[in-house]
């Protein structure tokens, strides 16, 4: 390294003693690497207000030339190591040959989630994991966020060719990020982008601003983070596509992550669920907290990270490999440079989303297949009766998904992919959404031609505030939906295509279309206004339901969809304590409870799956009940709420402990409680 090279690395110091430290290491003829480390941690590293120093992902357009000098060396030097922290294991980690269910298994799949509600979770950690081994070779370092949702004509600098300049060594080296080489597939990566995704020009969004800045807009507008993983998975699918473009990598979850912008792209869908969970904290929402009926996920590791240290040499993100405990990003000692969208601050962008919630909205409500490709979902707006292209003459846009032809064994989300279509109602002055209904149809992201792929019929949601009306339309073609989750006080609305419709009371006959005695004519001509459970509809002929024609409504509690911050316990006046029973009562303070006697103490909980027992210390140390162990019905899918219920006189002044008798559940969900009887608390 030249003494030109050295005055361009102090130069980027902002202190005199860092100076000093460059020139001292200098002058002791130390190695570029720790030269290099010295002034890259006085620019990434900033300290909080406790004291504690983490690490600075910044925005990647506003690097400086030792920021980027030192992300080349690191990327390069990860391509060339082959160990376990080199950069073909951590791609294997998340694409093929895979790892899961485990190494040494047979049949082995790719361990990357998609499509469900761990998604965020899953890949925050392989994000963490490709920072941790490029710190291996500069220490200090962290991956750069990739902001996309800014207008840009083509590709960043960094990844565009073969060559890139090295500001500080002031050549041309080969560029790490313009493609890699997969081992397993035995050949280069392969780009071929679509720059239309990154013109400005939204159809419904701000003037100035893309397609996808909208996207994600609309995905901060969520308030539960179900509802948020939904939403941001789709703009993310959008770069994937639109980066790897036809039979290219990025489009593939096989090989995504070979591609050089896997961890800048994942490094900005971090920061946005980060951006998330600030603006939930404004809006005085659940951050972290999982929503009632998704607990059970939670408590799901997350492969491969909780494999041993001879899969996953990472320790920590081998200690954090379970769901709940990744929402807290605070404890990976990383933070970004600033907490903004689009320039705007929290309580900016909150004012933004409220002042587009006003008035009336129209959503196309679906659920996104899983294929073993990439594609795209095309949107029609269809007024007449008919259903073919000439009759459904109004696009409404692409959605995109992510194929893959190893998707690991995993639950998918029933939550549905709201797409607005609010702009293409009002210009065709449409009334309600009983007056027209949508088509989908699968195409091939790239030739758009029609796929062989089965996809449900889209919905359509009308919101004005808080209400909400969704309307219904099937037929013979695209049928059989599978179950909504809707908001409660929800309206229904069957369109006058559908035909005569019943409403059964119970799954059983629902599934087998036992369309007997217990069974309710519906009137499609009027709203149905919905209430907390389960809702099953189906056409009134036997063999149109065993066809299809039918439709499962969950209408969830209100905590449940909203995701408002409701207190672990509740006291009420009449001496009644409330637990809020489930898995996340691990991160609770209220692992020990004082109640009063002369009272109640109920414990409420998403059933029928868990219960509430009083157990002995030693049982509640262990979590191993023995006889006491009573089975819990397996839930069947209605999400009801339960009860669990104490007189506190009866439980009597002292010490007692109580714990969800599936042992599984008091070990990893941690749902076990010491309380303390007293007349005085």
């Known amino acids: 390294m030249s003494s030109e090279a050295l005055e361009h690395l102090k130069s980027d110091c902002k202190s005199s003693d860092d100076k000093q430290c460059a020139q001292k290491m200098w002058n002791s003829k130390l190695t570029k690497k720790l030269c290099r480390s010295c002034v890259y941690q006085e620019l990434s590293v900033k300290t909080r207000a406790d004291g504690t120093q983490v690490r600075i992902r910044r925005d990647l357009e506003k690097i400086s030339h030792i920021e980027l000098h030192n992300l080349i060396y690191a990327y390069t030097k990860l391509k060339e190591d082959k160990s376990k922290n080199g950069f073909q294991y951590l791609c294997t980690m998340h694409s093929l040959p895979g790892m899961c269910p485990h190494p040494r298994s047979k049949h082995l799949k790719v361990c ?106 609309r995905a901060l507008e969520q308030d539960n983070i179900v509802d948020f993983d939904t939403q941001l998975e789709e703009p993310h699918n959008n770069i994937h596509q639109g980066i790897g473009g036809y039979k290219g990598t990025f489009s593939d979850t096989d090989y995504a992550a070979y591609e050089p912008l896997f961890s800048l792209h994942h490094s900005f869908i971090d920061r946005l669920w980060i951006f998330w969970q600030k603006l939930q904290e404004y809006r005085q929402r659940q951050v972290k907290l999982p929503i009632c009926m998704y607990t059970a996920m939670y408590t799901l590791p997350l492969f491969p990270f909780n494999f041993n240290s001879t899969f996953n040499p990472n320790a920590i993100t081998r200690k954090y490999s379970y769901p709940y405990k990744t929402f807290d990003y605070t404890q990976f000692d990383y933070d970004y440079d600033t907490m903004t969208f689009g320039g705007l601050t929290v309580p900016q962008v909150a004012d933004l989303i409220e002042k587009r919630k006003n008035g009336e909205r129209y959503f196309a409500a679906l659920k996104l297949p899983r294929l073993g490709v990439a594609a795209k979902v095309r949107l029609r707006l269809c007024i007449s009766e008919g259903y073919s292209v000439d009759q459904c003459p109004y696009s409404l846009g692409e959605v995109s998904t992510l ?41 091939d992201p790239f030739n758009k031609k029609p796929l062989a792929v089965k996809i449900h019929k889209p919905l359509v949601i009308k919101r004005n505030g808080d209400r ?41 006959a629902f599934q087998n279309c036992e369309l007997g005695s217990r069974v309710k004519d519906v009137s499609q001509s009027g709203q149905i206004k919905t209430s907390i459970g389960d809702l099953y509809f189906t056409s009134n002929r036997q063999e149109e339901c065993s066809n299809g024609k039918k439709i499962h409504i969950h209408v969830l509690e209100h905590d449940q969809i909203v995701g408002q911050a409701i207190p672990d316990v509740q006291r009420s006046e009449d001496k009644t304590w409330v637990v809020n029973w489930g898995y996340t009562v691990l991160k609770r303070q209220y692992k020990h409870l004082c109640v009063e006697t002369g009272g109640w103490l109920v414990f409420r909980m998403c059933g029928p799956h868990h219960n509430a027992k009083k157990v002995t210390k030693k049982q509640l140390d262990t979590c191993f009940f023995g006889p006491l162990a009573k089975k819990v019905p397996h839930s069947d899918g209605k999400l009801t709420t339960k009860y669990e219920k104490f007189s506190t006189s009866e439980l009597g002044l002292g010490r007692h402990y109580i714990a969800c008798t599936v042992s599984r559940h008091c070990t990893y969900g941690g749902m076990k409680i010491t309380v303390d009887v007293k007349v005085h608390c």
Not at 192 to 216: N, R
Not at 479 to 508: A, C, E, Q, W
């Open 468 to 508: 909400e009306t969704v309307y219904v339309s099937w037929d013979n073609e695209h049928s059989d939906h599978p179950k909504i989750p809707l908001r409660p006080g929800s309206h229904i609305m069957f369109h006058k295509s559908t035909g005569p419709i019943k409403l059964l009371y119970n799954v059983k």
């Open 112 to 217: 990357s989630i998609h499509g469900e509600t761990r998604f965020l979770m899953w890949h925050r950690l392989i994000t963490l994991q490709f920072e941790d081994a490029l710190r291996l070779h500069v220490p200090g370092l962290t991956i750069p966020y990739w902001d996309w949702t800014r207008p840009m004509p083509r590709l960043l600098k960094l990844v565009r060719g073969p060559l890139i300049f090295d500001p500080i060594e002031k050549k041309c080296l080969e560029n790490p990020f313009y493609r890699a080489w997969i081992k397993y597939q035995k050949k280069p990566t392969k780009r071929v982008p679509d720059y239309h995704i990154f013109i400005a020009g939204s159809p419904q969004g701000p003037q100035g601003k893309t397609e996808l800045y909208t996207k994600v807009l």
């Open 403 to 443: 194929g893959g032809s190893s998707f690991p064994d995993i639950n998918e989300s029933d939550r549905m992919f709201l797409h607005e279509i609010t702009k293409h109602v009002t210009q065709n002055r449409l009334k309600n959404g009983g007056q027209f209904h949508i088509k989908a149809e699968v195409l």
